[in-house]
Nanobody, 118 residues
Framework: QERLVESGGGVVQPGGSLRLSCAPS????????MGWYRQQPGNERELVAT???????NYGEFVKGRFTISRDSAEKTVYLQMNSLRPEDTAVYYC????????????WGQGTQVTVSS
């Protein structure tokens, strides 16, 4: 069973920055998409940003150039640099890894809390 190891959450003031990272505990097979979703109390989980094994990226509309997703292809680690954070960015952020094509796997991390507050 693959495990996703998340780090980087915490408390930051409005306008500040945080960097989240997510690394699989084992080997990742085949093409994949990996990234971050977030969930605020009372809301459904929503896309923050994803990146594929060939570098294609996708962002949630609310990101508006504030966040950047990147990856270390050798280590299969994905990073989410979050700048200009707002109180409405407060949420639990979940890492997600999904195989593509015939590689049928789908894993979620346990989540890391991001709180933006003065």
């Amino acid at each position: 069973q693959e495990r996703l190891v998340e780090s980087g959450g915490g408390v930051v003031q409005p306008g500040g920055s945080l960097r989240l990272s997510c690394a699989p505990s084992g080997y990742v097979f085949g093409p994949y998409v990996m990234g971050w979703y977030r969930q605020q109390p009372g809301n459904e989980r929503e896309l923050v940003a994803t990146i594929t094994s060939v570098g294609g990226t996708n962002y949630g509309e609310f990101v508006k150039g504030r966040f950047t997703i990147s990856r270390d292809s050798a280590e299969k680690t994905v990073y989410l640099q979050m700048n200009s954070l707002r109180p409405e960015d407060t949420a639990v952020y979940y890492c997600h890894l999904k195989g593509l094509g015939s590689f049928n796997y789908d894993y979620w991390g346990q989540g890391t809390q991001v709180t933006v507050s003065s």
